[in-house]
């Protein structure tokens, strides 16, 4: 049943057959309490209906399943904006033998507390950064600092970031804006919408920016949903895109890429960041109980701007 090399092809072969026949299946639970192993790592995901997160899985089931591991994921926010803790309650009861954080999540003491307890990586999040946890991460005040800089390179002056929420990745995305903007001496024309990571957010915010007396030329948004929904804003404003308003969004998902959008959006190399971390988070396994107590490293993936057709020059100054 294991495909061991001391079984003959023509013994397996008979095994195999008897099983087929009986309705056999291994009990994966049974063989996990004789060997002590379940070789299965938990993988807790901020939200699963962001696109942007299905990279980084892809990514990490890739690496988990060529080290012989299975990869079990749940959904770590609730309705609410609140952390499921039952998600990792179910994860430790089923005695995985890792744990991931993938994407935003608020801080919470249990989650903490577990991936204090076992091997763990976190993944795209800037929000529990423990010392003895790995973590690989975008550069997203880079990733922001490049969106607005191919703007301004374009002749914007009023561009806007829709965004600044007080998780670590929305503020490092505003620091990037900021950063560029002031020093390129446009300190003058920031301007900023706070916004969530879903395109209604997205739309109230770009339509907030739209109602000005001052309307921005540009909108740097947090991620590609945000943006979506600030061209779907601009839209409604009857302002043609990219000529009546340029925008740029983040994460770099399938959406960007669909023609009728074509949103220039920063790539941070999500399949990238999800193999790093299925292999920082085997190599914690395999080093066991000393290993997993090591302090933690922190591998920072620079991000590459993808520009597309959602941007061009200013039609006003």
């Known amino acids: 049943m294991r495909d061991s090399d001391l079984v003959s092809p023509a013994r397996r072969g008979a095994v195999l057959k008897a099983a087929r026949e009986l309705g056999y299946r291994p009990n994966s639970i049974a063989r996990s309490l004789v060997e002590a192993r379940t070789r299965t790592v938990g993988v807790i995901v901020s939200d699963l209906r962001n696109p942007w997160y299905v990279d980084i899985l892809d990514g990490f089931r890739a690496a988990l399943r060529a080290g012989g591991f299975r990869v079990l994921i749940g959904g770590g926010q609730l309705a609410d904006h609140q952390v499921d803790r039952t998600v990792i309650e179910a994860f430790l009861d089923l005695r995985v033998e890792g744990l991931c954080v993938v994407g935003v999540l608020p801080y919470d003491e249990a989650f903490a507390e577990a991936m204090m307890s076992v091997p763990a990586v976190v993944a ?73 990571y879903d ?66 959006s920063v790539d ?15 190599a914690r396994i395999a080093g066991g109980q000393h290993s997993a107590k090591d302090a933690g490293r922190r591998d920072l993936i620079p991000p590459v701007l993808v520009v597309r057709r959602s941007t061009t020059y200013p039609r006003n100054g």
């Open 199 to 264: 395109e209604p957010s997205g739309y109230a915010a770009a339509g907030r920016l739209l109602g000005a007396r001052r309307q921005p030329t540009a909108i740097v948004a947090v991620n590609d949903l945000a943006a979506v929904g600030a061209m779907s804003a601009a839209d409604d404003a009857g302002l043609p895109l990219p000529a009546g308003l340029s925008v740029v969004g983040y994460d770099n998902t399938n959406l960007a890429a669909v023609s009728h959008l074509s949103l220039s």
């Open 268 to 282: 941070p190399r999500s399949t990238d960041i999800g193999e790093l971390a299925g292999r920082r988070i085997m």
């Open 124 to 196: 795209s999040s800037h929000s529990y950064e423990l010392p003895h946890v790995d973590s690989v991460v975008n550069d997203d005040e880079d990733g922001t600092r490049q969106a607005t800089e191919h703007l301004i390179g374009l002749g914007h002056q009023r561009i806007a970031h829709i965004g600044g929420g007080p998780d670590g990745v929305a503020l490092a995305r505003l620091r990037g804006y900021e950063l560029a903007m002031r020093s390129r001496g446009l300190g003058k024309h920031i301007s900023v919408e706070e916004c969530d």
